[in-house]
Each structure stands twice: as C-alpha cells, then as structure tokens.
C-alpha cells in the first residue's frame, strides 16, 4: 500500500500525481474482502449466485440476503458493504420505476446499470462523500434478450456472459470461462453456478456460508426469483459433492 | 346551433348523499346506538350492508350519517386518533374528551367540511349512559337521546315524545321516569327503524343495535336474558364465537353487544 | 358527417350533458367569466369532466370465484371512437379491476397500481397483496384525489379471490365506496344490477362458473340494447383459486329485426 501515508489517498476528490484516486481502489478493497458473487448469462435467462457468508450462528438463516429484486425481470448481486448494496438495490428499484414511468416500457437492463453507473460514479467526484464498496451484477431478461452488467465503485461498467466478483472471483472466472455459457439453459446453469460458488469458497478462512441463488428465465414466466426450494437442496447438493470429487483427485 | 341551450356549468361535485339513518339513547347505566345497513343513492340502493355504527373503545361507540365516503375517513381518522392516545397513555380515552376531540376534528375541516352527522354513544366515568351529538362543523351537545339522517325528521319526534314524554300528561301520581329500562328503549330503537322503513325509502335492510353497558351490569340484571342474535364485542371478550352467553365475562369494564335485526328491502 | 361532436347526437338530457357532447371550445365555462382566485389558478388544469369514456361494467360473485365484465368501447361522447379498448386490468395474481369513466385516468390508475405491484414483488418476502388490501389503497387514492378537488373520473370495481374467499367492492371519482355480491356501475346500476340481484342474491355459494358467466352474458346484452354509449364485443374476467384470467373479446349475436315494426326505427314515412 503505497498510497498510505502520501496524503493522496485522503479523498475521492484528490489524484495521486500518477492520476489515480486511491479512494476508488480502496473502495474496490472492500468489495476484494467480501463474499463472491457470480452472474450466469446463458441462452435462455440469467442465473445469479452468492456465497454469503454467515459470520454469526445466531443469525436468523436466509437473511441479510445479498440478491435483490430490482423490477419483474431485473435481479441484483452485491460483493461489499452489504449496507452499499441496500442502498444501491433502492437507488436502481426507483430508477426502473423512473424509466417505467418516463417510456412505459420495461426497464433495459443496459440502461439500468448507465443510471446506475453514473450515480455511483458521482460518489467518486467529492471529498464529502466516499465511494460505494459496492460491485453490483445487474441482470435479467428484456427486449433483446438476457443481459448481464456489472457496475464497479468506479462507476464503470460492463457487460458479461459470465461475471464474478467478491473473494473468489479469480477462481470463478476462470470457471466460468471453461463454460460454454451462450449455450446453457438457466436449469444448467443453477447447478453450474452452485457449484462455482461451493468450489471457491474457502474453508479454511471462513467457516460458515449460506448459498443464495436466484434466476430469470422462461421456467420464471420472465420474473426474477429466487430457485425452488427442492432445486435449491439438489444444486448445492451436487455443488458439494463435486467438490468431494475434486478432493479425491 | 342555437345560442339558448348550452350545457349547463357543472362543477365537480365532491359531495354525495348516502341515505340511512342512525339514532342513540342514553340510559342510566347503559346507553345504545343504532343504524341501518342501506346505503344508497338517489334511488339506487348501493349496498344492503355497509356498517355506520362503529365500537371506538369498550365504552365509546360511534354512529356516523351522511356522505358514505367521508364518513368511512372520519371513522378511520378517529380510531387512529385513539389508538395514538392509548400508546401515549396506556388507557382509553374517555368519551367526554372523545367527544371534544371529534368536535375538534370536524371544525378542522370547517371549510371543506366532512359531510357527516355523528352520534357519539357510550358510559361517562362517573357510570351514567351518555350521547352526544354532533353537526358537520363540530357543533356538540350531551342528550339523552338523538337521531340524524334521511329519517331525523320522522325518528326525532317520536324520540321526543318516547324518552322525554313531549306533549304527554304524567297520570296524578305516576310522574314520568327520569330514566327507562334497556328492554323499553330497545323496543323504541326498533319500532323506529321499522316505521322509518315503512315510510322512508332509503331506509331498510338491516339493522345494528349496539349496547354498551356500565362496569358491573349484565344483560340478565337489565331484563335481557336470552335474546336471540345478540353477541358481544367487547375488546377482551373473544369474539371468535361471539354468541352472548351471559355469566362470568372476562371483561371487568364496560361491556359492549351488537343486535342485529333485518329490515324490510324493499 | 363532420369533425364536430355537436353534429354526432344530442345528450339524452340538455341539462345534464354526461357525455360531452360539446366540444371543449364551445363549453361555457372554460375560465372566462368569474375572477381567477389567484394569478396562477389558470395555469392549473383539473378534470372537469371526462372525455374518452367507457360505460357499465358488471360483476358478480359465484361459488368459488368472482366474474367481472366490460364491453371494449370507449366513447369520444356521443361518437363510438375507439371499439377495442380493454377496460378489464389484472392487478398482481389475486385481482382484477374493471372501470368506467375517464380511460385517461383510468390508464393512470393502471400504471400506479402496476407500480404498486411491483414495488411489493421486489420487496421478495414471499407476501403478496390481496384484493382487500388492493381495494383499500385504491379507495384512499380516489378520496384523496376528490379531496383535492381533482378526481379520477371513474367507477371501478375490484373484484378477487384469495385464501378461499371472495372479494368485490365498488369504488367511484368521490371515493363512495361499498362492497355487495352483486355490483354494476354506470347505466348498469340501473338496467342490470335489478337482473342480477334477481339472479345471484342469497346463492352466491351455489352458482358454478357457467351459469354465473351466462347470468353476466344476459346483462350485458341488455345493456347493449338500451345504453346508446355500449357495444356487444366485450370482455369476461374470472377470479378464483387458479387466479385471474381476462377473455378475449367476444361478440354477443343481437336481433334487430323486430325494430322494423317500430315507429322511428323502420322505413316508415309517418
């Protein structure tokens, strides 16, 4: 970290003299420390999926979930500041009623994640404020089909087949890049995303984690939702059992 | 086209008419509210059932007449008025100031009014059965008894001459009660709303009787033993049966019971 | 013919002008006499009246569900101007309303309630509103509108099902509001409200679906034949265990030829 102590890093309004601002790259830090996220953009849906991790056992299971819905046909990941994500999630539930309103359309998913984009990347203009530790997949199906963004705390974004942040993005990439993702259905890719997310997570440093997954597809009527229960229980079955596989081997 | 028949200048009228009519008496422990269950318009009956008594606590009970629409938002208005009072309190409000706080409500919209006659029914602290009546505005008054609505003008005479014994001669040594039993008012209340039926068109179908009763008193020590299709609603009473079967009540206050009765629909 | 409304058909009543059968130029009261009450007053714009106007809508409760129906024409006064407009609207899987009155307003209503809906979906608590709850926001929406003196010039009813029960309620541009097992708004409270209170009142349990469709059949054909601003394609919902369905149009066969006989109606000169 050799931005500490330069006095650069103080300020999303401030440049390093090699122009860059430190507080973004610490805002991406946060969301480096936070439990994975991945996005599945397949032939027929999006699927999502979230290692969260459980840091109490006297939490209540299933809540402080970290997939939102945003609009009918819209779902939302977070990795970071599980707060950040609240907040981005209601920011971009009353974008896509704005847009709905304003052309009385569905909201693109392509225009969601610009709006949202240039409101998280307001957050990186002042010294008053600090930047959202917050990396958003955004996903669902409209017009043309289904889409997937991811928004950075830099306020950039972009689109995917197959997108992972969080902890064990490296990991995930490259899992999702052995997929052939433009030729899954949403019921392959639910286990596929499963099991990603069961063989990234790490034992080792965090003990406890919930999988959350959720979908869009035709199976969902166009609606984002989370998966049925019973494909749930057989998904993170099979999720632990090929990781059971990868042990022996 | 000729200059002389123009469409006639049509504001928007927020107002309506909805018919019924309701009345309240106050006895010396007790104290009963009534309305019938038509709701119309014009000629059109909308509903035969749409409630216009209403309990506020277990020892207030509110009839509303007038416009259905503002009357439905008062009720709604005073019971979240009283439901702030027992959070800040930890107790019901009394129906004095439950009456002072109506007045208060209805002059606050002094200049766009709720057009709606209220009757306020219920126990006072000191046990006496009591009602109060009010005007659109919030002008209010404690009587003994009180009717508003399409029929006012064929109930309240008949109430005057029923409970205050207007234009009657006591017999020498028989002075007219200060006060009449339960079972006696609960006649008048439902001979009134008979013959409103007969002779007013927008008043039938149904009627509600509600009985509020002072602490301490059952329906069997008021001569009530055994009336049919009477049930009690009293907040700690469960109501999930709601058949009055009289004896030991949980309720230690005053007590609350609906009657109800159908009235002719036609 | 000619672009003018006032050319198309008198009002059946010269006092009472419920269709607008005059163009808004020629209305008198369009601000020009009386003192505005402040400077801006004319800049704000209130409905007085409806335009595009749709006429009764009908419902009925049977055994287990409810039926709602409308005819698809919105009236441009007395002119029949659009003939394939859908007055019925689902609202979330329990519910469906039906309206009179304004379509503008009514298309307003649509999208708040459509908005409403998906608020609560992406709430994601796995609660969904019913019609009771549907009802009661609609109900406050048209009584605060009223109470602004800038109404939603519509009467709706709500009709649904949900945990085994029915539900049907009526609500109007001054925020009336009442619930019965048989409703109709417009000339429909008159001519069809007395046919179905003949039919349904006291066997709501007993009705099927096939007899409560043709009972609402009979209605609407009826009405068809004395409101002047109806037509005979129209519109069926159902509401009930499975949730809501809205038919396609369909078409009620009418009989003409006794008219031939008429005074006024046939090809007789005197």
């Known amino acids: ?86 907040h981005i999630g209601n920011r971009a539930r009353e974008e896509a009623e704005n847009y709905r309103e304003t052309y009385r359309t569905p909201t693109p998913v392509q225009a969601l994640a610009d709006r949202i984009g240039l409101y998280v990347q307001a957050y990186t203009l002042y010294s008053s404020v600090r930047p959202f530790g917050i990396s958003a997949i955004f996903g669902g199906i409209d017009k043309e089909g289904p889409q997937l963004y991811v928004v950075e705390p830099s306020g950039i974004f972009y689109g995917y087949h197959g997108a992972a942040v969080g902890k064990g993005r490296q990991l995930a990439k490259t899992e999702l890049e052995k997929l052939d993702l433009p030729s899954l ?19 080792s440093k965090d003990k406890e984690f919930e999988l959350e997954l959720s979908w869009v597809g035709k199976e969902t009527g166009g609606l984002h939702l989370p998966v049925p229960h019973e494909l749930w229980v057989e998904a993170d079955k099979r999720g632990r059992e090929a990781l059971d596989e990868d042990m022996v081997d | ?62 009839a509303v ?33 439950i009456a002072r706080m109506i007045q208060t409500m209805l002059y606050a919209k002094r200049f766009f009014p709720y057009y709606v006659y209220n ?31 399409a029929a006012q003008s064929l109930v309240q005479p008949f ?10 001669t006591p017999a020498i040594d028989a002075p007219f009660p200060r006060h009449l039993p339960l079972s006696h008012v609960l006649s008048i209340v439902t001979d009134s709303f008979t013959s409103a039926t007969e002779r007013h068109i927008e008043v039938g179908d149904g009627l509600e009787i509600y009985i509020i009763l002072a602490k301490g008193k059952t329906l069997s020590g008021l001569g009530l033993d055994g009336v049919k299709g009477l049930s009690e609603v009293t907040s700690t009473v469960d109501d999930s049966d709601g058949s009055a079967s009289e004896g030991e009540s949980l309720a230690e206050g005053e007590r609350i019971f609906v009657l109800r009765r159908e009235l002719k629909k036609d | ?53 749709g006429t009764s809508v009908l419902a009925i409760k049977f055994k287990d569900g409810v039926i709602v129906a409308a005819d698809n024409l919105a009236s441009y006064g007395s002119l029949a101007r659009f003939k394939d407009i859908q007055r019925l609207h689902a ?105 179905l209170r003949k039919a349904v009142e006291g066997r709501e349990n007993e009705l099927t679906e096939e007899e409560a469709v043709k009972i609402v059949e009979e209605s609407l054909k009826v009405l068809f034949y004395r409101d002047a601003r109806s037509l005979n394609k129209y519109q069926i919902a159902i509401v009930n265990e499975k949730g809501v369905s809205i038919s396609d149009s369909r078409i009620a066969p009418t009989e003409w030829s006794f008219a031939e006989g008429i005074r006024g109606y046939g090809a007789q000169t005197q």
């Not at chain 2, 109430?159 to 009657?168: E, W």
């Open chain 1, 1 to 86: 970290m050799t931005s500490i102590g330069t006095g650069y890093d103080l300020s999303a309004s401030t440049y390093s003299p090699d122009g860059r601002i430190f507080q973004i790259e610490y805002a991406a830090k946060a969301v480096e420390n936070s439990g994975t996220a991945i996005g599945l953009r397949v032939k027929d849906g999006v699927v999502f999926a979230v290692e969260k991790l459980v840091h109490s056992k006297l939490l209540v299971p299933s809540s402080n979930r970290r997939i939102q819905t945003i609009d009918r046909h819209i779902g939302l990941a977070t990795s970071g500041l599980l707060a950040d994500g609240r």
């Open chain 2, 65 to 97: 007449n007038g416009f259905a629409a503002d009357g439905n938002m008062f009720v709604k208005k005073v019971k979240q008025r009283l439901e702030w009072y027992r959070h800040a309190h930890g107790k019901d409000m009394q129906l004095r100031a």
């Open chain 3, 1 to 53: 013919m000619d672009h003018f409304p006032t050319n198309w058909g008198r009002p059946r009543n010269e006092a009472v002008d419920l269709y607008n059968t005059y163009p808004l130029h020629l209305r008198p009261d369009n601000g020009t006499y009386g003192r505005p009450k402040d400077s801006f007053e004319e800049g704000v714009q209130r409905t007085r009246q409806p335009i595009v106007t």
């Open chain 2, 159 to 168: 109430l005057d001459n029923q409970i205050y014994f207007k234009n009657q």
């Open chain 2, 1 to 62: 086209m000729s200059p002389t028949v123009g469409p006639v200048s049509r504001d928007f009228n927020p107002y309506s008419d909805n018919g019924g009519t309701i009345l309240a008496i106050a006895g010396e422990d007790f104290a009963v509210v009534a309305g019938d269950t038509r709701q119309s318009e014009g000629y059109n009956i909308q509903t035969r059932y749409a409630p216009k008594v209403f309990r506020l606590t277990d020892k207030a009970v509110l």
């Open chain 3, 91 to 195: 609202v979330g899987t329990h519910t469906v309303i039906g309206a009179g009155g304004d379509m503008s307003d009514f298309q307003h209503i649509q999208h708040d309630l459509d908005s409403l809906i998906i608020s609560e979906f992406s709430e994601g608590d796995g609660h969904a509103l019913g019609p009771a709850e549907i009802y009661e926001y609609l109900s406050q929406v048209m009584y605060a509108r009223r109470s602004k003196m800038n109404p939603l010039w519509n009467s709706i009813l709500v009709g649904g099902w949900k945990d085994g029960k029915s539900f049907l309620g009526y609500v109007d541009l001054i925020g009336t509001t009442y619930s019965a097992s048989t409703l109709a708004t417009g000339y429909g409270a008159y001519i069809a409200q007395p046919l």
């Open chain 1, 185 to 203: 259905t949403v019921q392959e890719a639910v286990f596929e995303a499963a099991r990603i997310i069961h063989l990234v997570h790490d034992d």
């Open chain 2, 119 to 149: 009757i306020l029914g219920g126990i006072e602290e000191d046990g006496s059965g009591a009602v109060y009546s009010f005007d659109p505005v919030g002008s209010y008054e404690r009587e003994a008894c009180r009717a508003a609505g």
